[in-house]
């Protein structure tokens, strides 16, 4: 990257879903498993769609809804129940969402994440996760608890939780640094998303990193101070 931070950083606050562990690829998953049990369910009144005409349009909803924010994965079933104009009540709904996160829950850790937290911990930095919470369905400290590292974080933020406003406000980012009693220019947000996770911290006034494992956002506006295909690459401007 042609760069060195040196000790001009305190602090690095990380996203979680996607960034320290495996999240889209399960959560397609659990769409499937979902999307199976309502062409299950409901095969009557969905005339000649097919369980992959079903797969589609819940993905579609699902992905459009989470680009504007909304998490609660209650509200995506019934968009999609609401456009086929099919009712359905919230004993059924709540039962597609406890089979969508049986399955989007199960996240493994990248190995990068791994090492670098151990990294930069050892070389003093403070460290923070700034992640959105998950809507009805789980409690997203639990999928946090489980993570093997948890403990080497100073400090946790779930936006869209206690009154905090959900990324990409940037009251969570600046809540984040009071926390731990540190500058907004003497911090790093590494995330996947180009506008909660990039653009939102650096209108915090942070310095961000869009971690890219799969070269996906090429077409999208470069929000961040930096684009890395791998968490490892922080360690290379932050000896």
Request: glycine residues 6%.
């Amino acid at each position: 990257m042609g760069v060195t931070f040196t000790r001009s950083i305190d602090a690095i606050f990380f996203d979680y879903d996607d960034t320290l562990v495996e999240f889209r690829r399960q959560s397609e998953k659990a769409i499937y498993a979902v999307s199976f049990e309502i062409y299950s369910g409901y095969n009557d009144v969905l005339k000649k769609c097919t369980l992959d005409c079903v797969y589609k349009a819940v993905m579609e909803i699902s992905r459009e809804l989470e680009y504007y924010g909304y998490y609660d994965r209650d509200e995506w079933w019934k968009n999609f129940f609401y456009k086929l104009k099919i009712e359905i009540d919230n004993i059924n709904v709540r039962k597609l969402t406890e089979i969508y996160w049986s399955i989007a829950s199960i996240n493994s850790p990248y190995n990068d994440g791994l090492e670098i937290i151990n990294f930069l911990k050892d070389n003093g930095y403070y460290l923070g996760i700034i992640t959105n919470n998950d809507g009805k369905g789980i409690d997203k400290i639990v999928r946090l608890n489980r993570y093997p590292l948890i403990r080497k974080f100073d400090t946790i933020i779930i936006a869209g939780e206690n009154n905090i406003k959900p990324k990409p406000s940037i009251e969570p980012f600046i809540i984040a640094t009071e926390k731990l009693g540190i500058r907004t220019s003497r911090t790093i947000m590494v995330g996947d998303n180009p506008i909660k996770d990039c653009w939102a911290s650096r209108m915090a006034g942070f310095k961000s990193v869009l971690i890219d494992r799969h070269d996906s956002m090429e077409k999208f506006p470069v929000f961040s101070t930096y684009v890395i295909k791998s968490l490892s690459e922080l360690e290379k401007f932050l000896q």
